[in-house]
């Protein structure tokens, strides 16, 4: 059994991505409304689930290749977020 301190937050790290992911998917079709396209639930529902599955994919393997858990939770946040570009 694994010791319990503070800095093993794993899974707090991992539910905390897939939450920001998801709000990126829902900014992301937020942007879309705006730009003056209609509301469409199927466009809707798959740029979440894309979103959600690229940045857990993302999230996955910076941190099999050792990057801090909470720096590639917010630097991938950062770069896909609607507006950087």
Not at 61 to 67: A, H, M, S
Request: aromatic share 10%; glycine share 10%.
């Amino acid at each position: 059994m694994p010791e319990k301190d503070p800095q093993n937050l794993s899974v707090f790290h991992t539910v905390l991505s897939l939450v920001l992911f998801g709000i990126s998917g829902v900014l992301r079709h937020a942007q879309k409304l705006i730009e003056g396209k209609p509301f469409n639930i199927g466009e809707f529902i798959f740029e979440v689930i894309s979103s959600l599955f690229v940045g857990s994919v993302f999230y996955l393997i910076l941190r099999g290749v050792g990057v801090a858990e909470l720096t590639s939770v917010w630097g991938l946040k950062l770069k896909h977020h609607p507006c950087s570009k």
